[in-house]
């Protein structure tokens, strides 16, 4: 039995209502409900999907408060100075403080679609860099992450490449990876609906489990690139 307890329409409604009307004492007023309609449900995701991602990680930060993202924006260094979003993401991956910019497994939802995948972003060239290199040490292994990747349901979707081949006589097959500054594969549903029942649980964890070759190969050359002091550990503490 899940944790999960669903999140309705309803739920849903009043987190776009919050934002419309972006004011604190509209939010103030209807606080116990938001997080208990919205916050709630997604930290009991993290839970339920914990087992799993600590045994491919167990390095990684799974306390549900810290893994899932504010209804109160954060508006210091945007442009828009919405106060509250209509939007809830959650992140699997390890403690950013301590591991930036490492591998992570992704989930969020809107009122119109809900999404999930895995990616890695990068601060640097230089840590990608190990990616490529991994790669073309192991290109079977790769293609093969890839193709789990994909039987998982997920999508490289990757927009973010270098316009010159950054490794020239590499194989056609390998350059739309060797060529991109980030990785990202994901999925995207219009089936808003399925967020009030725990076969969203289901199908989480059965993406988990069957990707896990991708995020155990990403891992590892972020490893790497940390051992070799590519990657500013001190990030998030300046």
Known sequence: MYNYSGI???????????????SKAFYEEHKEELKQGVTVPMRQIVLDLSDIMSELDPLADLNP??????????????????????NLWLMLRRNKFA??????????????VYAFGLGMWTQRPAQFDAVRQKIMKEPERWLNAVKATESAGLTYITRDFYK?????NAPEELKPYLNAKNAEFSYYSRDVQKLGSSSLIDELRLMLDIS???????????????????????????
Do not use: C, Q
């Not at 309803?10 to 209502?17: G, P, R």
């Not at 896990?212 to 300046?238: H, K, N, Q, V, W």
């Open 99 to 112: 591991y930036p910019f490492a591998p992570f497994y992704w989930f969020e939802f809107t009122p119109e």
């Open 164 to 168: 010159k081949d950054k490794i020239p």
């Open 65 to 86: 408060v810290y893994a899932v993202s504010r209804i109160r924006r954060d508006t210091r260094h945007t442009k828009s100075k919405m106060m509250y979003r209509e």
């Open 212 to 238: 896990s070759p991708m995020y155990e190969f990403l891992i590892e050359a972020y490893d790497t690139a940390f051992s070799e002091g590519l990657i500013d550990s001190d990030y998030y503490r300046r």
């Open 8 to 22: 309705t329409p309803e739920a849903i409604e009043l987190l776009s209502l919050n934002r419309f009307n972006d």
